[in-house]
C-alpha cells in the first residue's frame, strides 16, 4: 500500500498558492483592473439599459459574468502555468520525485487554482462596489458555480500543462480555446438576444452553463435554470478531475 | 542477512525513440555501503537513477529497497530515498532556504530548522541561504541540490555528478560530509567522473556500458583481483628484447616500454605470479636492472580497459 501524505500536498497547496501571490500585480491586480475598465467602458457605451428578456440593468447583468470570467480564466492560467514552467525549467522532476501520489498532488493544484480564482473574484467585486450596486440572489448558487468552474478550469489547466512543450502551446490554448469560448458563453449578452442558432450552439458551450448559473446566483435570473444544470457542471468537473488523475498516474508527457 | 539497500534486477530502459538505455541491469547495494556506479556517457546511469527517482519510466524489471518493491510502493521508497539529479535547476520563485523547506513538506516531513541550518553551513551556503536562486553560482546550485536530496533524512543516497563543476576545495569538504553520513549508516550510491575520488570513497563499484554491468566488485577485490599488476625494469634507452628472451619470459607477457620491459605480475583476474619468480626468470635472461619499478593499474585504467571508452573517444574523434 502507498502511504498517504498529506503534509506534503499541503505543502504543494502552500507553494503553489506563494507562488501567485508573489506575483499578485499580475495574477490578481491586474484581472480586477481589466474588470474594472470593461465596467467603466460598457457604462458609457450602453447608459442604463436594461437586458430584454431579462428585465436587469445591463451593468447589473455583466458584472457577474465578468466576475466569472475572470475566475475560469485565472484557475487555468494557474494550473497550466505552473506545469509548464516547471517543465521548461526542469523543475518539474522534484514534483515527480516526491511521494506524492497523483491524487495528492491533482487536488494540491486545483485547490490552489480554487483559491486564486475567488480571490480574483474577490478583488473584482471589492474593485465594482464603489461603482455599481451588486445585488445577491443566492450565495449557494454563487459558491457552487464558482467553484465547479474553477475546479473545471484548474483541471482543463492541468490537462494543457501536461500536454504542452513549450509556453507557446499554452498561449495557443489559452487565446484560441479558452478566451473565445469564455467571451462567447452569454458574459457580454443574454443568449435570447442571439439569432436561434446560435442560441442552439452555445447549448453546446460548458462556460455558457457555468456563466448562467454563477450569474443566477446574483441577480435571480437567467437564460438557463441553474438547479437543473448543476448536474452537467459538476459531472464536467467530476470527468475533468478523473482524467487529470488517470494522465498525471500513467506520466503522459511528463515521464518519458 | 540484512536487506539489501536496494537491489535491482533485470532492469531495462527503451525509449519512445527505441533506444535501449538498460539492457537488462542486475545491481545490488549493501545496507551502509557507499557504492560506486560508474560509466562512460550514455552508458545509461542518469536513466537508472531516473527510473528509481520516478522521473522516468522503467520498461520491464523490478526494484525493491530496503526490501519494499519499488514501483509498488512508491510513496514508502521515496520517503527514504533521496536523489541528486544530474541537471541543476530550481524555482525561481524561492530562496534556498525556502527550497529546503518547502521539499521537506513535500516528502511529509515537518521542516528541521535546525537540521537545515546544519545543511547550510556544511555545505557552504548559509550565506547565501535568503538570496534568490539566480544569484547562486554554478558549483552553489550543485551543492543546494545535495541539501536538497538530504533534507528528509534519506537512508538511501543516489548522487548523479554530484562534483561536476564544484572546485576541489568545496569538492573535498563535501565528501568529508558524504562520509560522515555514510559512518552514520546511509547508504550512497554515487556516479562521477572524478574516478580517483571513486577509488579513495566507495568499497563497492558497479561498472556499466551499453546498458549492462561489466563489473561489480568491491573495490578491494576489484582493485587486487582486476586490475593489473606489472613490474618495469629499466635497462637503459639501447634496450631490445630478442626473440628468444621474449620467447623464455612469454609466461609473463613481456612489453617493450621506453628503456626497458614490463612484465605482467598478477591481477586481470589471472593468478598472482609473485614478485621474486618473475624477477628471477628476468635477471637470468636479461642481467640486473638499473631501475625496478612495481606499477599498478588504478581504477581509471581499469575502467577503460573494460568500457573500453578511451579507445572509442579516440576512433570517434
Sequence with gaps: MNSLNPYGAWTLFLRETRRFLKV????????????????????????????????????????????????????????????????????????????????????????????????????????????????????????????????????????????????????????????????????????????????????????????????????????????????????????????????????????? | MNEAALQVLGLRKVYANGKTALAGVDLQVAQGAFHALLGPNGAGKSTLINILADTVRPTSGLAKMLGRDVFRERSWCKRHLGVVPQEVAFDPFFSPVEILRITSGLFGCRPDES??????????????????????????????????????????????????GVDVELRRSLWSFMRELNRSGTTILLTTHYLEEAEQLCDHVTIIDGGQVVADRSMRELMEVVAGRYLFLGYGDAFELSEADARALSAFRPRVMSGGVCLHLGGQGGEDLGFHRVYEAAVSRLGIPRKVEIRQEDLEDVFIRLTGHARKEKSTS
Design chain 1, 24 to 256: 499578485h500585480m499580475q495574477t490578481v491586480v491586474a484581472p480586477a483592473l481589466t474588470a474594472l475598465l470593461y465596467v467603466l467602458i460598457f457604462r458609457y457605451a450602453m447608459g442604463s439599459r436594461t437586458v430584454p428578456g431579462l428585465g436587469v440593468d445591463y451593468l447589473t447583468f455583466l458584472i457577474p459574468g465578468l466576475v466569472m470570467m475572470a475566475m475560469l480564466q485565472n484557475a487555468f492560467a494557474n494550473t497550466s502555468s505552473s506545469i509548464i514552467v516547471g517543465k521548461v525549467m526542469n523543475v518539474h522532476i522534484y514534483l515527480l520525485m516526491a511521494p506524492l501520489s497523483a491524487m495528492e498532488i491533482i487536488l494540491a493544484l486545483v485547490a490552489s487554482a480554487v483559491v486564486r480564482a475567488f480571490i480574483v473574484a474577490a478583488a473584482i467585486l471589492a474593485a465594482l462596489w464603489a461603482f455599481v450596486d451588486i445585488p445577491l440572489s443566492s450565495i449557494s448558487l454563487v459558491m457552487l458555480y464558482g467553484l465547479c468552474g474553477s475546479m473545471l478550469m484548474a483541471g482543463l489547466g492541468i490537462i494543457a500543462g501536461i500536454w504542452a512543450e513549450k509556453f507557446d502551446d499554452i498561449a495557443l490554448i489559452s487565446n484560441f480555446v479558452i478566451m473565445p469560448l469564455t467571451f462567447l458563453s452569454g458574459v457580454f449578452y443574454s443568449v435570447a438576444q442571439l439569432p436561434p442558432f446560435w442560441q442552439q450552439v452555445n447549448r453546446y458551450n460548458p462556460f455558457f452553463y457555468l456563466i448562467d448559473g454563477f450569474r443566477h446566483g446574483f441577480v435571480g435570473v437567467g437564460d438557463t435554470d441553474p438547479y437543473a444544470s448543476i448536474d452537467l457542471v459538476a459531472g464536467a468537473t467530476g470527468l475533468c478531475m478523473l482524467a487529470c488523475w488517470l494522465l498525471w498516474r500513467m506520466g503522459w508527457r511528463m515521464k518519458p
Design chain 2, 115 to 164: 537540521w537545515i541550518r546544519e545543511l547550510l553551513e556544511r555545505l557552504g551556503l548559509a550565506e547565501h541561504a535568503y538570496k534568490n536562486t539566480r544569484q547562486l553560482s554554478g558549483g552553489m546550485r550543485r551543492r543546494l541540490l545535495v541539501a536538497q536530496a538530504l533534507v528528509h533524512r534519506p537512508a538511501l543516497v543516489v548522487l548523479d555528478e554530484p562534483t561536476a
